[in-house]
């Protein structure tokens, strides 16, 4: 600042110097104008803030909003996009989050403690081998050619419930749920209530410790062989990860390529009309994901597929696209609001679903032997008009769909956390002898209490983290947590 201050004086002075400047007296506005200026300056500075508040934009459609600021080639020069207001807010939420880092000055033999509380093998030299586990029997009679994740942007699973079923917002996922070759969790617990923490979960396979993997040099140094890619691949399958936004968002591509994922796509590689600051719409997103599979040879592949669509700015005409909102808005019940917001955001919700069920329903018919599998990053965003439960608030849905699969994998009371789609995979798509890293026991194995950030659960009941909680539980999620923050702070070994 004082360096800016002297630049100032002195380019005044060279002005002055060079122009020749006169001095002049200042006519004062007239008193009866005086009201009409201000009035003026007024407008003037709301229209200016409400630009700046948006990024440049004045809807947040249009806006450069400081998490997604992806418009040029040069991660350098989208950060140079921001304006001052929002770089300075992004400065403070970043040092906020580096302060949440859990403490890791802990002893190896404290770790190895940590390592038996949840279930791994305390002798092993490093935390992968630690919790491995071997496939004993096989749940498919063969393997999938292709395997499909799904995590849908804030998809929830409170349109699946008997409340809100008969609105007809998944009619798509509905049918697959009718289909002998399904089966779901009751309910399950997302990573977080963030995208960002969920994909962490997935990539890493590790719990919620209030660190981002994704900002951290380990991350980049080796490969968390707990995580998704590095468990499908080691089971023989192609990686590749197929994102709706941007790659700078969160540095996904560069961290997911990382850690065992061979191919990365995103909105910036498609070519598409509409989207907006957040990316490409489902439909496009899906459809190249769709002809990707159609070209693909006799390669087994794993496809995780983040979407966007349903996230504010809700600006996809959905009524065009054939949602019913006039017959759905008869059937609302009181705990959901009517207004056209709402009703917006539910059609996006529709959308969502439609657009998914049509992806599967396209390449079931090409690859008949591709699994499936649907869940939300999160649920927490979809405001309802009157108090309701944490589950339906909270919890997000985990469908797995394919032809050899049986309805009676799983029993219907099943609960379960992001992590043991990891491990459920493992179990399904390997053979017998096959091994794999995972700090969660499948689905099949496990039907105990399950937690994330916030929330812990038993098979009847989604309950909040707090002093009510079990002292066993409580022990179990910060030996989980501290875990995590060993691993991604300073590393695989346990030494």
Not at 156 to 170: I, N, R, T
Not at 193 to 220: H, K, R, W
Not at 440 to 462: A, C, M, Q
Request: with cysteine.
């Amino acid at each position: 600042m004082p360096a800016a201050i002297i630049c100032g004086i002195i380019l005044v002075w060279i002005l002055c110097k060079f122009l020749d400047t006169r001095t002049y007296k200042i006519k004062f506005i007239s008193k009866n104008k005086r009201w009409l200026y201000s009035f003026g300056i007024i407008i003037y500075l709301t229209i200016f803030w409400i630009f700046v508040r948006y990024g440049g934009a004045f809807s947040y459609a249009k806006s450069v909003n400081w998490e997604n600021a992806e418009r040029l080639k040069s991660n350098l020069l989208n950060e140079a996009i921001l304006d001052d207001g929002q770089s300075l807010y992004r400065v403070k939420s970043i040092a906020g989050k580096i302060k949440k880092i859990n403490n890791v000055e802990i002893s190896a033999d404290a770790l190895r403690q940590k390592i038996e509380l949840l279930g791994g093998n305390p002798s092993a030299g490093n935390i992968d081998e630690a919790f491995k586990k071997v496939v004993a029997v096989p749940k498919l009679q063969r393997p999938p050619g292709n395997v499909v994740l799904i995590i849908g942007e804030s998809h929830a699973l409170w349109p699946f419930l008997l409340e809100y079923k008969d609105l007809g917002l998944v009619t798509k996922e509905q049918n697959l749920l009718n289909s002998p070759n399904c089966f779901k969790t009751n309910f399950m617990l997302a990573q977080g209530t963030g995208t960002m923490p969920t994909v962490n979960g997935f990539v890493t396979g590790l719990a919620d410790a209030g660190i981002y993997p994704n900002s951290q040099p380990e991350s980049y140094k080796t490969k968390y062989g707990t995580g998704i890619g590095s468990v499908m691949k080691a089971l023989g399958y192609r990686t590749v990860f197929w994102y709706g936004g941007f790659e700078a968002w969160q540095d996904i591509k560069q961290f997911t390529l990382s850690q065992n994922f061979d191919e990365f796509h995103c909105a910036g590689d498609f070519q598409y009309e509409g989207g907006n600051s957040w990316g490409c719409p489902d439909e496009i997103l899906f459809k190249y994901v769709e002809k990707y599979i159609a070209e693909e040879k006799d390669e087994r592949t794993f496809h995780i597929i983040l979407t966007t669509s349903n996230h504010p700015p809700y600006n996809i005409d959905v009524v065009a696209k054939g949602f019913p909102k006039e017959e759905i808005k008869q059937k609302l019940p009181d705990s959901l609001g009517s207004d056209e917001e709402t009703l917006n955001e539910m059609g996006h919700i529709w959308y969502a679903d439609q657009s998914m069920g049509n992806f599967i329903e396209k390449v079931e018919a090409d690859k008949p032997d591709t699994l499936f599998v649907i869940t939300g990053d999160h649920a927490e965003r979809f405001d309802f008009a009157k108090e309701v439960d944490l589950k339906t608030l909270s919890a997000v849905p985990c469908i797995f769909y394919g032809k050899n699969v049986d309805k009676d994998l799983l029993a219907d009371n099943k609960v379960g956390c992001h992590l043991q789609i990891i491990s459920t995979l493992a179990e399904m798509v390997g053979q017998k002898g096959d091994t794999y890293s995972s700090i969660w026991p499948s689905l099949f194995d496990y039907n105990g209490i399950v937690f994330n950030h916030r929330l812990w659960t038993d098979t009847e009941k989604i309950y909040k983290i707090n002093s009510e909680i079990p002292n066993a539980l409580t022990n179990k999620i910060k030996a989980a947590r501290q875990l995590t923050a060993w691993r991604v702070l300073k590393g695989n070994d346990i030494r």
